[in-house]
């Protein structure tokens, strides 16, 4: 596996179930960050970890969890979702978050359904 | 403040066309660094390129462009020759190195551009 990965690509759930989505780099950085894009919105900076510590937290309701166990790996913790919350899920890494030119790469994306 | 404008919402070209993509970005910090990526209908962003506030030369590679001028605060993607595989969403962004905890990217609302046979 190369690059930035995710899965699953695709996921339908109700208000009522709990997910996760998982994102894997296979990169050797050190920050990971969670984004959510909607149709006609900017995209959405959720959570970033640098060197597995929660740097950013934006806002994001609590129904939205997110877990680094370590700089490889990120999950986000799906719980009692809202209709809206419907939108592709875009995880990213980068070298270092605080670096001059630190620069993101992204994976393919969940495309999350609530029902 | 600081933003990312991307005027143009969608563009439909014909195959060979050359094609310009704006962006406009606004900031008053002078260390900054500007980005486009690239989402095609699979959903992947990817990296294009990254340019720095203090180097204002055009960029070439292959049959992609980039014009930054400091002057119009704008960083301008060119496609040459344009091809159906270039069809995509188009996104500019912004980044602040010393803006502390507001070192996030800022994003433009992009371009979607329709290369079409």
């Known amino acids: 596996e190369t690059g930035v990965t995710q899965t699953p690509r695709h996921l339908v759930m109700g208000m009522t179930n709990k997910k996760s989505l998982k994102c894997e780099q296979h990169?050797?950085?050190?920050?990971m960050y969670w984004y959510k894009q909607s149709a006609k919105k900017p995209l959405e900076l959720m959570f970033v970890?640098?060197?597995?510590?929660?740097?950013e937290n934006n806002s994001v309701p609590s129904r939205f969890s997110p877990e680094c166990p370590n700089s490889s790996h990120l999950f986000l913790h799906l719980h009692t979702l809202q209709p809206e919350d419907s939108a592709l899920y875009l995880c990213?890494?980068?070298?270092?978050?605080?670096?001059?030119?630190?620069?993101?790469?992204f994976g393919p994306g969940t495309r999350l359904t609530v029902l | 403040a600081q933003k990312v404008t991307q005027a143009q919402t969608e563009i439909s070209v014909v195959e060979k066309e050359d094609v310009t993509l704006d962006c406009v970005y606004e900031?008053?910090?002078?260390?900054?660094?500007l980005f486009w990526y690239k989402q095609p209908p699979s959903g992947e962003l990817v990296f294009l390129i990254r340019?720095?506030?203090?180097d204002e030369q055009n960029e070439i590679s292959g049959r992609y462009s980039w014009n930054f001028q400091k002057s119009t605060s704008s960083f301008n993607f060119t496609i040459t020759a344009s091809q159906v595989v270039d069809s995509a969403v188009y996104f500019c962004?912004?980044?602040?190195?010393?803006?502390?905890?507001?070192?996030?990217?800022?994003w433009g609302l992009g371009t979607s551009l329709a290369v079409n046979p």
């Open positions: 962004a912004l980044r602040l190195p010393n803006a502390g905890n507001n070192r996030k990217l800022i």
């Open positions: 990213a890494s980068s070298q270092d978050e605080r670096g001059a030119t630190d620069t993101q790469y």
């Open positions: 990169l050797g950085h050190n920050a």
């Open positions: 900031t008053r910090d002078t260390t900054y660094y």
């Open positions: 340019r720095n506030s203090f």
């Open positions: 970890y640098n060197f597995k510590e929660q740097t």
